[in-house]
Nanobody, 125 residues
């Protein structure tokens, strides 16, 4: 089992950058695929980015490719989401999620077993 805690959200202006962190408990963090999801106002939760257990493979939804970068530091039990060139439509609550084993390109929230509480990102125009 793993517990996830997100941090780093806030209010920024369009074009700014922000880095989110997802800190995990447990000794087996490196055995989990981790992904970021987001849920905007009045919208369904959507996949943003995923990273494999060792960090060598990443996958992004089209709308964030070239702007967001997911990475992980297994020694620190932490996954990051570096966001740049933020847009108003990136406004959402951002969640990190974990699934045991492989599946770094799984985009359905139903494929993930553990979730953090979320961190709010608000982008103003």
């Amino acid at each position: 089992q793993v517990q996830l805690v997100e941090s780093g959200g806030g209010l920024v202006q369009a074009g700014d950058s922000l880095r989110l962190s997802c800190a995990a408990s447990g000794r087996t963090f490196s055995t989990y695929t981790i992904s970021w999801f987001r849920q905007g106002p009045g919208k369904e939760r959507e996949f943003v980015a995923g990273i494999s257990r060792g960090g060598g493979n990443t996958y992004y939804t089209d709308s964030v490719k070239g702007r967001f970068t997911i990475s992980r530091d297994n020694a620190k039990n932490t996954v990051y989401l570096q966001m740049s060139s933020l847009k108003f439509e990136d406004t959402a609550v951002y969640y990190c999620a974990a699934r045991g084993g492989a599946g770094w390109s799984r985009t359905s929230s139903a494929d993930y077993d553990y979730w953090g509480q979320g961190t709010q990102v608000t982008v103003s125009t």
